[in-house]
Structures are given as C-alpha cells and as structure tokens.
C-alpha cells in the first residue's frame, strides 16, 4: 500500500494522542505509564510513528539497561509489520554506540510474535530466545489487542 510512514519523537506528538493509541492496545488508560515510562523518562527514548494523516499508528520505547550495558526495546505497539521495522531501526539508531559495543538488544517478544518478528529481523539481528517467562499478571490476562503487540515491557523497567 502507498501510505507514508513517519517517525516523530515523543516529545512532538501529544501526551493524550500517545495514550489514546496505547488504550486501544491495551484496552485501558494508562496515563501515568506512559508519562513516566514512555515520554517523560530521562534515561530512554520514545518514537511515535504516524500515517500520512497524521494518526499514531504505533510507538516504541528504548532504554539502556546500566546494569549490562546494551538497550532494551519495549514496549513497541505498532498496527503493522512494516512500522514495526521502521521503529525497531530508529531505536536501534538512538543507541547506536552501546550495540556497536555490545552487540545486544534485549526484546520481550509475546510467543505470539516470535516467528513474525524473526522473519523481519532475519537479515538484521540473531535471536537467543529465552522461552517460558513469568508472565506478569494476577488473577487473569488483561484484555489487550495482541496483533499490535510486538515487544512488551520488562519489569525491571521499574527499577
């Protein structure tokens, strides 16, 4: 399809607009999340990326993890693969010194999107998949529209 894709820093596009788009994912409001985590963070980054009509068609975060020294990407939200890719690429950019140092990128893919995140990384990264996490949640799975989930969040990010 011909629709344009462009990349903005969080910093550029709306706090609300950022969370409208993260409760259609998530399927609730989660504004101090994405305040704290995704925009106002002093230690990441967050890109939005919008359509030729200027709607958020999904965003991405990045961080360096201090303790190992390589970033982490998530959460990365995005309503398709080709925006997933493009986010993926202009994270990785933002820490270009750390992975030229390393050579890691820490992702927390849903097994639902291991294969499809594979294929389109396949020229790009090698995956060590770390199999059987802990899921983070109590009583029940939040209702959440995985389709757009490509990488979710850690919860060191906390730490």
């Known amino acids: 399809d011909d629709i344009q894709l462009t990349i903005k820093d969080g910093k550029e596009v709306s706090l609300q607009r950022i969370i409208n788009y993260d409760a259609k994912?998530?399927?609730c409001q989660r504004e101090d999340f994405?305040?704290?985590?995704?925009?106002?963070?002093?230690?990441?980054v967050c890109?939005?990326?919008v359509n030729s009509n200027?709607?958020?068609v999904g965003y991405g975060c990045g961080r360096l993890l201090s303790i190992v020294g390589y970033p982490q990407f998530?959460?990365?939200?995005?309503d398709s693969n080709d925006g997933f890719k493009l986010l993926f690429h202009i994270l990785h950019s933002c820490f270009n010194d750390e992975i030229n140092e390393q050579n890691l990128i820490s992702l927390r893919i849903?097994?639902?999107?291991?294969?499809t995140v594979q294929q389109i990384l396949h020229n790009v990264a090698d995956f060590e998949l770390k199999e059987q996490l802990?899921?983070?949640?109590?009583q029940q799975i939040p209702d959440h529209d995985?389709?757009?989930?490509?990488?979710?969040?850690?919860v060191t990010m906390f730490i």
């Open 134 to 138: 802990t899921p983070q949640f109590t």
């Open 110 to 115: 849903p097994t639902t999107k291991t294969t």
């Open 54 to 56: 200027d709607e958020i």
């Open 47 to 49: 890109k939005v990326l």
């Open 34 to 44: 994405i305040r704290q985590w995704a925009v106002d963070r002093i230690d990441a």
């Open 74 to 78: 998530g959460p990365i939200y995005c």
């Open 25 to 27: 994912v998530a399927k």
């Open 146 to 154: 995985i389709d757009k989930i490509y990488c979710v969040s850690d």
